[in-house]
Each structure stands twice: as C-alpha cells, then as structure tokens.
C-alpha cells in the first residue's frame, strides 16, 4: 500500500475504531468492575433463564410475524408499483419511499392516537355498537406488531422493488400465452425470478424489527418487554453491566445469524 | 395496469398501516382540547405554539440539528478519502476494507450506543457530546462511503488521467475532474446522513445528558411524562420540515437515486 493511500486511509479508520469497533469490543470482555468472564457467563445463565427466554422468544416471534407481513405486503406492492407507469405509479413510490425519511418517534406516534383508550378505533368500536367497552389495544403484541409494520415496510417494498423491476414483463406474457393462469404466472415466474430481492428485503426487516427500540418502548411498554427495551432497562435502571452486555450480545448474535442465513440462501440461489 | 384484485387489496392495507398514523398525527395536533383523544375537540393552533414555546423541545432542536450536521460533514471529510483509497489505490484486501467502514451498518445501533456509555461515557468519563459525535460519524461513515462510492464507481479513471496528462497537478485533477463527477453522490451521502443522525434514537438514547439532548430522545421522554397534543404538533413541524427535505431531495437528484446508493 503506498503512503498516499494509507493517509487517505487512516483518518476515518481512527474513527470508525474509537467510535466503534474498540468499544463494541470491549463492552464484551470489559464491563466497567465486572471479571472478563462475566459477560458470557450471564450469556450462558440468560439463554437458560425462563423470564430472559421469554424475552428472546417474544422479539424472534412478533420479528417473524412482522417479517411475513412486510413481505406479503410489501411484494404485491413492489410488483404493482413496478408495472405500473404514469403520474400515479410515481406518486405511489414517492409515499412509499417517504416514510424513510421521517422520523420513527414521528411515525410510531400516530398509533398512540390510534390504538389509546381515548384512541380513534376504540371510538369507532363503541360508535358502531360493536362493544361498549373497547379492548386493550395499546401495549399488547398487536400494537408493537402494528408498529413494527408499519417502520419497516418502505424497506421491505424497495428491496423487492429493484429485484421485481428486472423481472422482464414479458416473461409473465410468455408463461401466460403457454397456458398458465395469471396467478400462476406470478407464483411461477416473477415471484422465483424476484427471490433475492425477498431474501433481502427479509433479512432487513427481521434484523430491524429484532432490535427496534423506539416502537416496544412507545406500544409495548413494560407489559411487552422486548430484547431493546430490556437492554435499556439493565443498562440505565438497574444499572447491570453484565446483563446489559449480554442482552446486546444476544441481539447481536440473532442479527448476524439471519445475515449469514440470508448470505449462504443468497449462495445457493446464485449456483442453483 | 390490468385488474389484480389480491394484490391491489394487499396494496391498499400496506399503504393504510404506513399512512394513516401519520394524518392521526396530524389531526390531533390541531386540538384544542387539553389531552390526547380521538375526535379532537376543537380547531386550534394553541399547540403548535406550546411546542415552539416549550424550552427542552428547542433546546434539544438546536442540539440534534449541531450533531446532525456535525457528524455528517465529520464522516464526509473522513468517508470521501477512505471512498477513493479503496477505489483507486492499489490495496491489498480491498473487500475487507470497505467491509470495515460498513460495519456499523449491521451491529444494532442499541448495542453500539451501550458500548459507547459504558466505555466512552462511564469507562474513561469522555462528555456526552463528544461521544455522540463520535458515535453518530462511525453511524454515517458507512453512508458516505458506499454512496459516494457508488458515484465514484461510475466516474471513469481514464478521464481525470487525462487531465493530468494534460498538466494538472493531482489535486487539481482531483478538484476540477473527479469532485464534480462525485457531487450527486456526496448530496445524496449528506442527506441521508443528516436525517438518519437527525432522526437516531438507538444510537442516542443512553447517551442523553441534562446539557445535551437530542429531540428524538427528549419528544420519547415527554410521552411518558405528560398526554398532550404538545407532542402531537411537534410531531407536525418534523413532518413538515421532511416533506421540505423530500421535495429538494426529488427535485435535485431524485428519491430512487439516494436509496439506490445504500439499498444493494
């Protein structure tokens, strides 16, 4: 490596390494006053522990669900937005793209309006007589699910849109003028020829919704305790570094678990 | 486009779960009424002149918008450099390079916020500030250098040797030849490091101090204390302030190239 190339280099590899890589690292091994072993060994304790297991087991399970409808949402989306031309295919994609840039505190807001026990859909409820007393919407799975949707959707939708907009419209046209119906053309053609692009859209959102603070902590509150809110609680009120520690361990492990599934299904997609 | 029942119906769910909160937002900040509630009782604008009145909302305003713009030009005079070493110099282990500087992007910015309090903020007793803007440019490095790489990928080598052929000096090559070609990609690097800073909760959270707040952070705080819709026009304003940001975003150069750069 010549001189010029390492100067260029070494400034922001400072920065990456002071403002990341050394403290992530060492947040492992060196918790302020605790043993070097005391990290893992909560690690090992939490991953028995049947209060932590039901943490984990309440992120993976809404970060699942979550993922099965930003997809199954997000895909038709994709697919629509990618077929259609015109004012109104642009408008579509603008307000789909939008929300990315917005704030997420802004955005999992509304549902407070929404779902609160003064909330616009417990009033709808009683208006219709459906109920006179509207269920707990707020700080249930359903809320934090909602959210969740909600946040990670746009991602879902242009992950599949650049996969679906290369699937040449002909090619459904083909599947179709041999015969196949239109809803088998579009399980046999565009959805295979489109699988990264799913794939990836996926693994973002599942590694989003696993990790998310901001939509537990607002819809989910103490009754819905997720991996982030329990991080935060040992980091900031009982003050457990080893715990703290650990729980970002655990959510560490679960995001690069699904990005290296995804890599090796991405591998054997490509020689498949 | 023809007629596709299933998914047009799939569709309009979609859009209503990422929409509609957003307008009850909106709505509710309008009240006139004292609380959160669902029809709003009322039309006012007595809220929104609670939320420009109400000091932690601006004083955190003020601090998220320093940091944000801090960070961003941090990671762009750091990211830039790296962007064009790995591009154009002869390294070794370029992949492993470039796969160091987007390393952020896929540790949870939670667990590198803790990291930063318990080493940065409680292990060597660094201030608050310094250690958000620390964190904030090793977030947004990432940023600049694959956008920006993603210009530079495009920009032909050939074209800058030939202005140095020509007699310019490397960094007047550099200035007059190669910036130009990079400024799509350094635009759309600073806004969407500028938002994603702007907007961070993770990464902040526990790095809050009374002197130094950010507003994501402060808005999450006031929820808790107090049901008002102070929050809910607060909310609006940042509404606003992105819609501005989108529209100079489109019209410059264009949504699908900003997310194209960071989204492969």
Not at chain 1, 226 to 246: E, G, I, N, P, R
Not at chain 2, 48 to 69: H, N
Not at chain 2, 228 to 257: C, D, S
Request: glycine fraction near 10%.
């Amino acid at each position: 490596m010549s001189r010029k190339t390492a100067l260029l280099l070494l400034p922001g590899f400072a920065f990456l390494a002071a403002g990341f890589l050394v403290p992530a690292v060492a947040m492992l091994i060196a918790p302020p006053g605790e043993e070097p072993t005391a990290v893992l060994s909560r690690f090992g304790e939490m991953i028995t522990d049947p209060y932590e297991l039901r943490i984990i087991g309440r992120t993976v399970t809404l970060g699942l669900i979550v993922t099965a409808l930003c997809v199954g949402l997000g895909f038709p989306i994709a697919y629509l937005l990618a077929r259609s031309q015109g004012r109104w295919g642009g408008i579509l994609l603008a307000l789909a793209i939008f929300p990315l840039l917005l704030s997420n505190v802004v955005r999992t807001f509304g549902w407070l309006v929404l779902l609160g026990a003064n909330g616009a859909i417990g009033k709808l409820l009683t208006a219709t007589g459906l109920t006179d007393d509207p269920p707990q919407m707020l700080y249930t799975p359903l809320a934090v699910v909602l959210g969740l949707t909600q946040l990670f959707l746009p991602l879902a939708i242009i992950s599949c849109y650049s996969a679906v907009a290369q699937v040449d419209p002909g090619l459904d046209d083909a599947a179709r003028g041999l015969g196949a119906g239109r809803t088998r053309a579009f399980w046999s053609v565009v959805v295979p020829l489109s699988g990264p692009g799913i794939v990836v859209a996926a693994t973002l959102v599942f590694a989003g919704s696993v990790t998310a603070y901001t939509t537990p902590y607002l819809l989910g509150g103490s009754s819905q305790r997720m991996l982030a809110t329990q991080l935060f609680s040992y980091a900031s009120v009982s003050v457990d570094w080893a715990a703290a520690s650990a729980t970002a361990l655990i959510m560490t492990i679960l995001v690069f678990g699904v990005s290296g599934l995804s890599a090796l299904a991405g591998r054997r997609g490509a020689t498949a | 486009m023809r007629a596709r029942p299933v998914a047009a119906s799939l569709a309009v769910l979609g859009y209503i779960i990422m929409i509609v909160p957003i307008l009850f937002v909106v709505v509710t900040a309008f009240s006139a009424g004292r609380t959160l509630r669902f029809p709003p009782q009322g039309f006012s604008l007595t809220w929104f002149e609670a939320a420009v009145t109400y000091d932690p909302f601006m004083e955190s305003l003020v601090s998220s918008l320093y940091l944000a713009a801090g960070a961003t030009v941090l990671a762009l005079l750091l990211g830039v450099p790296a962007t064009i070493a790995i591009h154009r110099g002869k390294i070794p282990g370029k992949g492993l390079i470039e796969g160091l500087f987007l390393s952020p992007l896929i540790v949870p910015e939670l667990v590198v916020g803790l990291a930063l309090y318990q080493q940065l903020m409680i292990g060597l007793g660094l201030d608050n500030l310094s250690t958000l803007l620390l964190g904030h440019t090793a977030l947004l490095l990432p940023y600049a250098v694959r956008v920006t790489g993603a210009s530079l990928a495009l920009a032909d080598p050939a074209v800058e040797e030939a202005a140095r052929g020509l007699g310019a000096g490397p960094v007047r090559a550099f200035l007059t030849v190669t910036l130009p070609l990079l400024r799509p990609g350094l635009f759309s690097a600073a806004l969407l490091g500028f938002v994603t800073s702007f907007n961070n909760v993770p990464l902040s959270l526990l790095l809050q101090d009374r002197e130094f707040r950010t507003l994501p952070v402060t808005m999450l705080d006031y929820v808790q204390q107090s049901y008002n819709p102070r929050i809910a026009a607060m909310a609006t304003l940042i509404l606003a302030a992105t819609v501005v940001v989108a529209v100079i975003a489109e019209r410059t150069v264009g949504f699908a190239r900003i997310f194209g750069g960071i989204n492969q």
